[in-house]
């Protein structure tokens, strides 16, 4: 079966008064049908740039595409005017974007904000529209979706307004849901409960699903494979089982032993120390080489490939042995 979603080789760059800031440099994966991708790394990776890349959402300038591939169903993207991804955007393919108080517009109800978005996409009219965004609603867990719909953003909670932001991307049926941190600033309680529903919604419509996130929590909670990203590259690849139970690369080692541990009887986290490299100041070799413990002149000098070192599961590391 065809992937429906592959990226190749994709360069998203931007023009700033310190220089090229190379945001996503080389990215590759792909994405079969109804399954959940997760793209796991800290904060300035380039995950989030690698998803406004694929809904064409980076702003144009700064940002510009240096290369690569979009390749949706088999259409590169990037070839496609502004027309033709408009009426794939929010139809075929929808996002959920980090902080729903500053994606939902303040001065419209929720209701409208979802007619809005079926109006935009359907033939349907505005008694349909308003029926369907009801029935969102009430899919996506919002009690009283009747009432609800004529509420503004700001008289719901912040879990709410997730499930509105929900309902609203899910709203036209898109064969492709990319969920930006959707648990941000949600207490604990609240984000099992999302990942719960974007979970339930994937096995009731068949889409499939990318989870960007810095949590592996989330990762084992909802996901099949695993994309870490690290200075804008991906350094290692592959099921969420092989990532787990065999990560190859320094810095998935070190992301999944920060993970807190119920019972664990140690006084202090283990951490990776140092930050990721500024994007208009990459590093000549591996982009890790300065915060691994394992790195050696080599490292330092050049930049490892993203290898297969078993069945589905890649790396970009010269210190593997397997």
């Not at 998803?51 to 959402?57: G, Q, V, Y």
């Not at 499939?208 to 990762?219: A, E, N, Q, R």
């Not at 951490?271 to 300065?290: D, M, Q, Y």
């Amino acid at each position: 079966m065809r992937n429906i979603l592959e990226v190749k080789n994709l360069r998203t760059y931007y023009s700033t008064d310190s220089g090229t800031a190379k945001a996503v440099d080389g990215v590759s994966f792909s994405l079969g049908r109804n399954r959940t991708l997760g793209i796991v790394g800290e904060s300035g990776c380039g995950k989030s740039v690698t998803a406004l890349s694929i809904m064409r959402l980076v702003p144009m300038p700064p940002g510009y595409f240096a290369g690569g591939e979009i390749l949706w169903n088999g259409q590169d993207l990037l070839k496609l005017s502004e027309e033709q991804v408009r009426r794939l955007r929010g139809n075929d393919i929808a996002m959920i974007f980090q902080e729903p108080m500053s994606s939902l517009n303040p001065v419209y109800t929720c209701g409208y904000q979802i007619i809005e978005q079926i109006s935009l996409h359907r033939d349907v009219s505005k008694k349909e529209a308003k029926e369907q965004a009801v029935e969102m609603l009430r899919l996506v867990g919002i009690p009283n979706p009747s009432e609800r719909f004529d509420s503004y953003p700001h008289e719901l909670s912040g879990g709410m307004r997730q499930r509105v932001m929900i309902a609203m991307a899910l709203s036209c049926d898109p064969a492709l849901l990319i969920a930006d941190e959707p648990t941000t600033a949600l207490d604990v309680t609240v984000q099992a409960q999302i990942l719960e529903l974007i979970g339930k919604l994937q096995g009731v419509t068949g889409m499939s699903v990318i989870i960007i996130t810095h949590d592996f929590g989330v990762i084992a909670e909802l996901c099949e494979d695993v994309l870490v990203m690290y200075a804008s590259k991906v350094v290692e690849d592959g099921s969420v089982a092989d990532i787990f139970s065999n990560p190859l690369h320094p810095y998935t080692a070190g992301l999944l032993r920060s993970i807190p541990r119920i019972g664990s009887k140690k006084e202090r986290l283990n951490v990776i120390e140092g930050n990721v490299p500024s994007a208009t100041r990459l590093p000549e070799g591996c982009s890790f080489a300065n915060r691994c413990p394992l790195a050696d002149r080599h490292c330092h000098e050049f930049d490892p490939e993203l290898k297969e070192y078993e069945a589905g599961h890649r790396a970009a590391c010269w210190k593997i042995q397997v």
